[in-house]
């Protein structure tokens, strides 16, 4: 299937590799460019794409999947089909999973055994609670993130999976995890998972499963008669308590074992907080047993329960401890004195009957003889006095607020009817959940025997969950969040967005359905629309300013000026990011704006001092050259004539030769003759000359 890399999914998912290969399923690693994300997307095989029902079911159960929202488990963002292609989009988990830790690292010692079982049971609490049952839970489904934290993998999946699922196909990887009842082909509900975590949770323990054989349908088999060896056998050293969690979770009678994810995790609370707990009941007897010996004594023999019986958790304790030796932890001894103590009581109760019983009798024959005399006087008409006396009988009622619903046992009160089955169940933030929260009537209140007590029990603190406010106005929004009543920390923060208008919630944190608590903060994205990038390619520079100043989303702009021979001076020539690009706040975008070609007019700097030309060049960008020449006309340190003609366009950096006067040529200047001569005489008037005359 390797075939999908380089495509794009709906034109949004544009797959890059391949991460993993399951046996219905390829993963690829993909970049949604919708959100600008990478994703896993999960391909269905061609075999199974071919299937119409299966598809239809695959689609359904992810679909469901996906409104979960839970830190442990991984979201499901997207369900759809693309040409062929069956596929959901996933969250991408930078990680490994807890079967690749495993075998780099062995068995795991008893507080990282917890700390990843406690996060696995609250991810199958949360999903229980939808009526989601995983069906495949192994160490391969669970993911390990960086920082400790683990998400459960495949949820939904496992379940389509399970209707073409055989012992013989795809099973050998999960056979080791599968419960009793699914290697039975049996109907399975949230105890399936449990069992499986028991089993994962047994495997981090001692390094390996629990069952083991050559070929699958052997595994099955020791699955459904159970009897596996207790963990402290495999490896010693384990505590009592996480090893009586683990094999209750993976007991082969379903019935036995914890019945919700939410039960086992108040005893994983219990150990975490005391690892010395053992978890034996026969401590809470004798307590109860204690109370029961300070209430009015029966009257009716069959109406006593008999003394107690070890429970099935002291036969375990006792099975470790005949292991250990003989020797017994403090809290087994605790155990067994409180059980003692249990039956002491119980035979104190009986002999309190008897001597009751003896009483009553004495009195019967003594009111038979009143009774007799009564009649022999006549008049009178005879009084029932068993009836009186058994209608003005009075009662005190027990304190049952705070005790465990699942605790009290109305045998135990047999003066009273205490009404365990149908209680009223209502939140509290006092009490935790089972728990009795009030009664009517009230402790300590005198009653007639046979008053019928009611039990207010606890659901615990209400769960108040994140609501979903995508497409929501943000007034809408707000107002939605200030009626929860939390005194929640609102922060709006805005985000650019095409498919969601604007004004309107783009997305939250938390997510939709997700536990909000008091003072919590929730940050809301608020759409500021399309607010693509415009195209101002051409456009003067103050039409581009105008243009970006009207968008809705707050961004720096900078403006970079260079030559450009293709748009006039001032003309935005590029624009970084291009035209169509989405705008988020806080991005910088950057102008580029024409200098023009960069070409400039030479001028004339003829008969111009030297100094003066020189400026005039450099200022222009251009490099004069000075080369000098005898001039005549031409004063001295004054420009004669220039390389480039005046009025010519040439580019910034261009080389011009000007020629600089020195004067007249030394060479060419002819100094006066002096005559060697004697010079004669002149002529005066009255002298006469033979040329003179005529």
Avoid at 40 to 46: G, P, S, T, Y
Avoid at 439 to 468: F, Y
């Amino acid at each position: 299937m390797e075939n999908y890399i380089g495509r794009l999914l709906d034109s949004r998912y544009e797959i890059l590799e391949v991460i993993g290969t399951g046996g219905m399923a390829v993963v690829y690693k993909a970049l949604d460019h919708r959100l600008n994300r990478m994703v896993a997307v999960k391909i269905l095989k061609d075999e199974f794409s071919g299937n119409q029902e299966f598809c239809r079911r695959f689609h359904a159960e992810s679909q469901a999947v996906a409104m979960l929202s839970h830190p442990n488990i991984v979201s499901v963002y997207d369900v759809s089909r693309s040409g062929e292609a069956n596929y959901i989009v996933m969250e991408l988990i930078e990680g490994i999973s807890l079967k690749q830790y495993l075998e780099k690292k062995g068995p795991l010692n008893w507080r990282e055994t917890l700390h990843f079982s406690m996060q696995i049971a609250k991810a199958l609490d949360h999903a229980h609670s939808r009526g989601i049952v995983h069906r495949d839970i192994k160490p391969h489904n669970i993911m390990i993130l960086k920082d400790g934290s683990i998400k459960v993998a495949d949820f939904g999946i496992a379940r389509v999976g399970s209707a073409q699922n055989t012992l013989t196909r795809e099973a050998l990887g999960s056979v080791h995890y599968i419960s009793p009842e699914q290697a039975k082909g049996a109907r399975v509900d949230n105890r399936s998972d449990i069992y499986s975590l028991g089993v994962v949770m047994y495997e981090m323990l001692t390094g390996r499963t629990p069952y083991d054989g050559e070929t699958p349908v052997s595994v099955a088999i020791q699955h459904i008669n159970g009897g596996a060896r207790r963990p402290s056998e495999v490896l010693p050293g384990i505590p009592l308590g996480l090893e009586y969690i683990t094999m209750r979770a993976m007991n082969s009678n379903i019935e036995k074992r914890y019945a919700t994810a939410a039960e086992m995790l108040s005893d994983m609370e219990e150990f975490r907080k005391n690892p010395s707990l053992t978890f034996l009941p026969a401590v809470d007897a004798a307590a109860a047993a204690a109370a029961t010996a300070q209430k009015p004594q029966q009257t009716n023999q069959t109406q006593q329960r008999q003394p107690m019986t070890r429970t099935e958790a002291e036969r375990y304790a006792a099975a470790r401890a005949a292991k250990n030796g003989g020797a017994k932890t403090p809290e087994e001894r605790r155990a067994e004195r409180a059980r003692r103590e249990a039956e002491q009581a119980a035979e104190r109760r009986k002999k309190l009957i008897i001597i009751a019983s003896i009483s009553a009798a004495i009195v019967l024959v003594i009111l038979a003889i009143v009774l007799v005399t009564a009649l022999s006087g006549g008049g009178d008409e005879p009084v029932d006095a068993s009836t009186e006396s058994t209608a003005d009988e009075i009662v005190r009622v027990d304190n049952f607020v705070g005790m465990r619903l699942e605790d009290i046992d109305p045998e135990d009160y047999p003066d009273l009817d205490v009404d365990v089955r149908h209680v009223t169940e209502e939140y509290s933030d006092e009490y935790d959940a089972g728990y009795v929260m009030a009664q009517d009537p009230e402790a300590g209140e005198e009653v007639k025997v046979g008053r019928t007590v009611n039990l207010t029990v606890s659901k615990g603190k209400e769960e108040i969950l994140m609501p979903d406010l995508v497409n929501v106005s943000e007034a809408d929004a707000m107002k939605q969040l200030e009626a929860l009543k939390l005194g929640l920390k609102i922060t709006l923060k805005d985000e650019s967005n095409e498919d969601v208008r604007q004004g309107n919630i783009v997305r939250t944190e938390p997510k939709a359905n997700e536990p909000l608590e008091k003072s919590q903060e929730v940050v809301l994205y608020v759409s500021l629309g399309e607010n693509k990038m415009p195209n101002l390619i051409g456009d003067t520079v103050d039409n581009a300013k105008a243009r970006l100043k009207a968008l809705k989303v707050s961004v720096s702009i900078e403006y970079l000026y260079d030559v450009n021979d293709k748009y006039e001076k001032d003309r935005v020539y590029r624009t970084d990011p291009q035209a169509g690009d989405q705008l988020e706040p806080g991005d910088k975008i950057f102008i580029y704006v024409s200098e023009g070609d960069g070409k400039v007019e030479m001028p004339s700097v003829l008969i111009t001092s030297l100094e003066d030309a020189q400026k005039t060049l450099k200022d222009l960008g251009l490099v004069p050259l000075l080369n000098e020449v005898y001039d005549a006309e031409v004063p001295v340190g004054f420009v004669v004539s220039q390389s480039v003609l005046p009025g010519t366009k040439v580019e910034k950096g261009t080389y011009v030769t000007i020629d600089i006067s020195k004067g007249p040529d030394p060479a060419l200047t002819v100094p006066p003759t002096e005559s060697t001569a004697e010079p004669t005489e002149a002529p005066t008037e009255n002298s006469t000359s033979s040329e003179s005359k005529p």
